[in-house]
């Protein structure tokens, strides 16, 4: 990922002022429309392909030759060990459904409050991963494994815990046949790997490191991603950090130029 902004000591009174005014400002009401807007605009994606089973489900199987042709083709190998311990299945279960949002969101918060010089870049990159979701899934839209039949797949969620996406009130939030890239693993990877270049603490650097490397064994093990998502899904989040960082440059140099030529 291109350089973020620099790290200001969590003790230097910018930081603190920066704090301070971080709600005093109200530019955080434009923070969080901006985030319901991109909620409603991935809403309103699921509508243009929720009328395409027929092919989810051929591009799942896809997925899933292409996975046997490389030799990546492991989510049985996961999905044996994790129902081995159904405690943990349950766990992985409920962490699925409820800390992927939750924890994005609490990154972003903690980022706008104590980051600010890092923050902007953090979400326009983020927002740019969203857009090239948002195509990929219209365009490739792809039935989840847990969907897929006589692959030796495990519903855990139905199965184990009882938890049906596809109908009551969570099934709203839910595009069913967007299993590529994995979001899930592109949200864990920028909040993991940003977070540990942010926080100065080995401890807390290490804690946000394992943070993908469990969502990559939740979305795997509870067959809600293949494999082949998780790393669709990183590479969504890095090409948008990169794209964003060469954007971001070219308009800070043209502004720079723009301010060094003379008046005519």
């Not at 938890?163 to 069913?176: E, K, Q, R, V, Y």
């Not at 920028?190 to 290490?206: H, K, N, P, Q, Y």
């Given at each position: 990922m291109p350089n973020l902004p620099p790290f200001r000591d969590k003790h230097s009174p910018t930081l603190r002022d920066q704090?301070?005014?971080?709600?005093?400002?109200?530019?955080?009401?434009v923070e969080v429309l901006l985030f319901l807007g991109m909620l409603l605009?991935?809403?309103l994606s699921r509508?243009?392909?929720?009328?395409?089973?027929?092919?989810?489900?051929?591009?799942?199987?896809?997925?899933?030759?292409?996975?046997k042709t490389v030799g990546i083709f492991f989510e049985g190998h996961v999905q044996s060990a994790v129902l081995e311990h159904l405690h943990i299945t349950q766990a992985l279960n409920q962490f699925y459904?409820?800390?992927?949002l939750p924890l994005t969101a609490a990154f972003f918060i903690w980022l706008y409050r104590r980051r600010r010089t890092a923050y902007s870049f953090v979400r326009n990159a983020f927002f740019v991963a969203n857009g090239l979701a948002l195509a990929v899934f219209v365009v490739f839209p792809v039935a989840p494994p847990r969907m897929v039949h006589g692959q030796g797949?495990?519903?855990?969620?139905?199965?184990?815990?009882?938890?049906?996406?596809?109908?009551?009130?969570?099934?709203?939030?839910?595009?069913?046949?967007?299993?590529?890239?994995?979001?899930h693993m592109a949200y864990a990877l920028?909040?993991?790997?940003?977070?540990?270049?942010?926080?100065?603490?080995?401890?807390?650097?290490?804690v946000a490191l394992l943070y993908p490397v469990v969502v990559f064994i939740t979305i795997v093990g509870t067959a809600n991603h293949y494999v082949l998502d998780a790393f669709a899904g990183g590479a969504v989040m890095v090409a948008a950090f990169v794209a964003t960082g060469i954007v971001t440059r070219v308009i800070a140099r043209r502004s720079t130029t723009g301010h060094l030529t003379p008046a005519q």
């Open positions: 704090r301070a005014r971080s709600l005093s400002d109200g530019r955080w009401r605009v991935y809403q509508a243009v392909v929720i009328g395409n089973p027929a092919d989810a489900m051929k591009h799942a199987f896809e997925v899933i030759n292409l996975e459904i409820w800390a992927h797949f495990t519903d855990t969620l139905s199965l184990i815990s009882g938890i049906d996406l596809h109908a009551g009130h969570l099934s709203g939030w839910f595009n069913p046949f967007a299993a590529v890239p994995s979001m920028m909040v993991g790997l940003i977070t540990a270049m942010l926080v100065r603490s080995w401890a807390l650097r290490i």
